[in-house]
């Protein structure tokens, strides 16, 4: 099972990003997706989320009304279009898949995550 992030590199500030996330070995349908980044020194933090059916998706207050989040379940896939990058944005951002059966399609607290990607990386100069 692999959670392979991609869509990484370096931007300017008010500049667009588009991530993707690939599944291997597991089936979407059966997750809810997730993205989370990790700043250079700081903690790892909720970005946004969507249900396993697509119909519900959440966002951090940072990122709401910049960041879509969607998945594609046929395809296994998961993206996140970032537009309006601020030099804040920059961290690794990650993909986490959580069991559907949770009470919650996402928890802030990255806690009760099936599977994790290992990353991409995020730099928005100023």
């Known amino acids: 099972v692999q959670l392979q992030a991609s869509g990484g590199g370096l931007v300017q500030c008010g500049g667009s990003l588009r991530l993707s996330c690939a599944g291997i070995?597991?089936?979407?349908?059966?997750?809810?997706m997730n993205w989370f980044r990790q700043a250079p020194g700081m903690e790892r933090e909720f970005v946004a989320a969507?249900?396993?059916?697509?119909?519900?998706?959440a966002y951090a207050d940072s990122v709401k009304g910049r960041f879509t989040v969607s998945a594609d379940n046929a395809k296994n896939t998961l993206s996140l279009q970032m537009n309006s990058l601020k030099p804040e944005d920059t961290a690794i951002y990650y993909c986490?898949?959580?069991?559907?059966?949770?009470?919650?399609?996402?928890?802030?607290?990255?806690?009760?995550?099936?599977?994790w990607g290992k990353g991409t990386l995020v730099t928005v100069s100023s």
């Open positions: 986490a898949a959580r069991n559907k059966f949770r009470q919650s399609y996402y928890d802030r607290g990255g806690r009760d995550y099936t599977y």
């Open positions: 070995g597991f089936h979407f349908s059966n997750y809810a």
């Open positions: 969507v249900s396993w059916s697509g119909r519900n998706t």
